[in-house]
């Protein structure tokens, strides 16, 4: 062995050896992935707008459209998904209690 050996895992290994498997696990680096690469799309009831959740570069992007033409009304961008799933939300029941209310005052 000399003194400058290339850095490997199994070299770490030897010199710092870890005191159980499961930590060495836990270390590893590896990272799980899952379906979050999915679009994601929220309609009102009346089809007169949808609510898009999509990866856009590093970020989520939620953009809130108009049917049928798909004008584009709003957009934000987001670094977590569950952040830019939540605000989707929020858009469909803004839309869904707008439509509710002019519903209610045209009954009137």
């Given at each position: 062995r000399?003194?400058?050996?290339?850095?490997?895992?199994?070299?770490?290994?030897?010199?710092?050896?870890?005191?159980?498997?499961?930590?060495?696990m836990a270390i590893s680096g590896k990272r799980r992935f899952d379906d979050d690469?999915?679009?994601?799309?929220?309609?009102?009831?009346?089809?007169?707008?949808?609510?898009?959740?999509?990866?856009t570069l590093q970020k989520w992007c939620v953009t809130v459209y108009q049917l049928p033409a798909r004008d584009i009304l709003a957009q934000?961008?987001?670094?977590?998904?569950?952040?830019?799933?939540?605000?989707?939300?929020?858009?469909?029941?803004l839309l869904n209690q707008r439509n509710k209310k002019e519903g209610a005052e045209v009954e009137l």
């Open positions: 000399g003194p400058f050996r290339g850095y490997n895992h199994v070299w770490l290994d030897e010199l710092f050896p870890s005191p159980h498997p499961s930590i060495a690469d999915k679009v994601v799309r929220y309609t009102t009831p009346e089809n007169d707008f949808e609510v898009e959740v999509t990866r934000d961008f987001f670094p977590e998904r569950w952040k830019a799933l939540a605000r989707a939300q929020d858009f469909i029941r």
